[in-house]
Structure formats: C-alpha cells, structure tokens
C-alpha cells in the first residue's frame, strides 16, 4: 500500500493524466524486465525470442524521436536506457537462476 501513497504527490501536482503516463512507463519498464526474464527462463530452444525486448525498445526510441514530443533528447534517451538496463538485468538474472538450476540438479 505504501507504493501507492508515492504517487499521491505525482497525482496531485501534475493531475491525473501525468499518473496514468507514469503508470504507463512503469509497465513498459516492467516488460522489458519480465519479458526478458520469461524469455530467458522458458525460451532456451527458441533464441530468437530473446531479441524481442530489444528490438521492441529499439523501436519505442525511435518512434519517440521522430514523433516529435515535448521532451528533451536527454530525457527520451535516458527512459530507453533504463529499458535496456532493465532487460539486461531480466536476462541475467534467467542466465543465473538457470547456472543455480543446473549447480543444483547436477547436469
């Protein structure tokens, strides 16, 4: 419940459509991190699957950049590196829970 309380003064400075925008950044974050995760864990035989995020990311970038928003380039390039930040760390972390798979089953 805490979590929420945080984005009480978000909601109250800037309204409610700042809140839904930052709700939304979080869920793109979110699958950049899980969806590689996922990916990583369950995917094995079909690699391909694992450029899904990155290619997704790629994509969000540059459609931020060519649909000319009212932000700066720092601030756009910043939000798509933690994107790849976050699906790097998501695979891994599969890469390691699957070495502790391993470790552990002896294979």
């Known amino acids: 419940m805490f979590h929420v309380l945080l984005g009480l003064p978000v909601l109250a400075a ?4 700042a809140g839904v925008v930052l709700f939304l950044m979080g869920l793109i974050l979110a699958f950049a991190f899980f969806g590689q995760l996922l ?6 035989t079909i690699r391909w699957l694992l450029y899904i995020p990155v290619i997704l990311g790629a994509a969000g970038l540059v459609l931020c950049l060519v649909a000319g928003l009212p932000l700066s380039l720092t ?10 930040v976050l699906a790097l760390c998501g695979w ?14 002896g294979k």
């Open 14 to 17: 800037f309204g409610a459509v």
């Open 75 to 84: 601030v756009i390039l910043l939000f798509w590196a933690v994107y790849g």
């Open 92 to 105: 891994g972390i599969s890469r390691l829970l699957l070495g502790l798979w391993h470790l552990i089953m």
């Open 39 to 44: 990916r990583g864990l369950f995917c094995r």
